[in-house]
């Protein structure tokens, strides 16, 4: 009973704090100093045509790399508690009683995998111009990845591949910004290529390359977590 | 914003709340997995309302998509216990 009136009174206590901000809000006549410096530098100093991607890869470009390297450790955290040596090179158990997959998903998936691959790959390479970034890019990619465990359990993935795609874009994305800090104007600075044309495909400088490598990286480590997540691992 | 759009918003907030009273409370699992799912769905159309389709991206994404499988995963895993 004292625990239900604990609960209420940090409820109500919760309800107050909501309705204080609620009423007390009063929206914004015009952009803060910070934004405004973005809104109106971005087009003519990175020529980003999407603001928000030049704020995550550029202006912020240092949080992005910690936000990266997170989900690295996540993705290696739970490849060493998951991982189970079946032998030689063989991360399956083959021959495990699975129930027979419905022609509804089966034909789907072979429809939809190559859409979603290529709609994963547009969101990241056009980051830059339109919404979409390297992790919505990586997260769509790895649903693709997911639809073809959901049709067949058993599937093979080359996981060296995966490794090796993940340590590669992680490289070349501290390279980068290594590399910004001897051709531009410090780290993650995205002019050591040059900016182009505003709305073209290859403007912009590093983002369309950072946001690619991003994208490979981040399908690559949420590819790799399902498919530790959905391998056989009892020992029989 | 206009009529419209804060009449959508508020609907899809109700629907929110709701699905989120789903989640907690319903007695089978895959159900209320679905319900959470359910939640992200809305959030990230709750996000495009509010103009952040960047976000909305991300939410559905993974919030939608990968979760609500990982969950179903991770139920079978369970299940299949006796005989898998």
Known sequence: ?????????????????????????????????TARYYAERTATDLGAANIVAAVIVTYRGL????EVTVLFLTAAILVMVLYRDHGIGINKIPNRFLPPTGEMLGTGSRLLVPLILLMGVYLFANGHLTPGGGFQGGAII???????LLTNPNQTFNLQLFSLTESISGIG?????????????????????????LGELFSAGAIPVIYTLI??????????????LSEEKEES | MSGLLSFMSFVICVALVGAAWVAI????????ILAAGLVSLLASLMFLILAAPD??????????????????????????????
């Open chain 1, 63 to 66: 949080d992005t790399l910690g």
């Open chain 1, 142 to 148: 790895a649903s693709a990845v997911l639809l073809l």
């Open chain 2, 25 to 32: 409370r319903s007695t089978s699992l895959p159900m209320a």
């Open chain 1, 215 to 228: 994208g490979l990286k981040v399908g690559a480590e949420f590819s790799s977590i399902l498919v530790h």
């Open chain 1, 1 to 33: 009973m004292t625990k239900r009136i604990f609960v209420f009174g940090m409820l109500i206590g919760l309800g107050a704090i909501f309705i204080d901000l609620l009423l007390s809000y009063t929206p914004d006549s015009a952009l803060n100093q």
């Open chain 1, 173 to 197: 994305f501290v390279v980068i910004g290594v590399l910004g800090m001897f051709f531009a104007g410090g780290f993650l600075d995205n002019r050591i290529f040059p900016i182009g044309q």
């Open chain 2, 55 to 84: 976000v909305a991206m991300t939410e559905a994404a993974i919030g939608c998509g990968l979760t609500t499988f990982l969950f179903f995963f991770v139920l079978g895993r369970v299940r299949g216990g006796e005989h898998d």
